[in-house]
């Protein structure tokens, strides 16, 4: 496993970690949850991702539990605040009441003193943005939070809250988490060239579109039992459809020239990019981490580059 800066930061992270969407704390079950986690803390991975919304607090229980059989200084964590998390008014959002609560709540459901990273899951138009980083710099100066992040910002948003930071000498935004794939490049226009000039760095989820650059589905073919798919289509739908099945087909066709899975390729592509710190991949199951991680160190030659270019573009 090789390892980036998260980040403007001293802190290293594997350059492939471990998130929790959609898979731990309800849909897989927990014993292949905890699996695959010790599998990829065994295989080098030291950055987990999860996040209070994701089943509830459910997904925060599992990682917490799996990553306490080890000591806190060999990992990286990384939780959200924003989501609804109840039914009342202010079970949402980026308030400080929020943030400060839902903080709390999701270190006890962890069983941790501390989270290494704080994400704003979502931008807040209702909150001033102010308001929300006070809070995340309080949470930092307190010990409980060691670093903030937000996910799918835009670029005025996250621009804003650097000066904002900047300004009045607040704790700074270190990471982006936004969606990214070979499917999905809409932060290489403007994101990636701001995260760049300003240091902060990308943790990009969905490296995989959801299970479609792993090469399961087939155009034509019916949606394989048990899958992602099979489990939430609505997620996924986007990425089904001919043109993506497509190019996932003659994708699998440079994959194998350079003798790497489509998934491996798939990584390995998004990890071109050296604003990108870390790609967060997903698992059902041990296996699944196993296969991922050999993306880690992989250097797609520029002909690879150049034909997976015209294949995206076509």
């Known amino acids: 496993m090789e390892y980036r800066f998260l980040g403007n930061t001293g802190v290293k992270v594997s350059e492939i970690s471990l998130g929790s969407w959609l898979t731990y704390g309800g849909y897989v079950e927990k014993d292949a949850a905890l699996k695959s986690i010790h599998k990829a803390y065994n295989l080098g991975i030291n950055f987990f991702d999860t996040a209070n919304v994701y089943r509830r607090g459910e997904a925060e229980k599992v990682v917490g539990e799996a990553l306490r059989e080890y000591t806190r200084e060999s990992y990286v964590l990384a939780t959200k605040v924003f989501n609804p998390m109840g039914e009342g008014p202010n079970d949402q959002g980026l308030s400080r009441k929020h943030i400060i609560e839902q903080c ?83 932060i290489e226009k403007e994101i990636i060239p701001q995260g760049e000039q300003h240091g902060v760095g990308q943790v990009v989820f969905s490296p995989l579109a959801q299970g479609v650059l792993s090469g399961k589905y087939q155009k034509g073919a019916d949606i394989p039992a048990n899958s992602r798919a099979a489990e939430n289509y609505k997620v996924i739908s986007r990425f089904l459809n001919d043109e993506s099945l497509d190019r996932v087909a003659e994708l699998q066709q440079v994959a194998a020239q350079e003798e790497l899975s489509l998934s491996q390729l798939a990584i390995a592509w998004i990890l071109r990019q050296n604003n990108v710190s870390s790609a967060l991949i997903g698992a059902s199951r041990p296996e699944q981490v196993e296969e991922n991680v050999k993306a880690s160190g992989v250097k797609l030659s520029e002909d690879a580059l150049e034909r997976i270019e015209k294949i995206l573009e076509g």
């Open 104 to 186: 709390n709540a999701s270190l006890q459901r962890l069983g941790h003193d501390y989270v290494d990273l704080y994400y704003c899951h979502r931008y807040d138009p209702d909150t001033p943005l102010y308001e929300t980083l006070r809070a995340l710099d309080d949470l930092v100066r307190q010990g409980k939070v060691l670093y903030i992040g937000v996910s799918e910002w835009s670029p005025a948003q996250i621009a804003e809250a650097l000066h904002i930071a900047d300004k009045r000498l607040l704790d700074r935004l270190v990471v982006n988490q936004p969606i990214y794939n070979m499917l999905k490049r809409y």
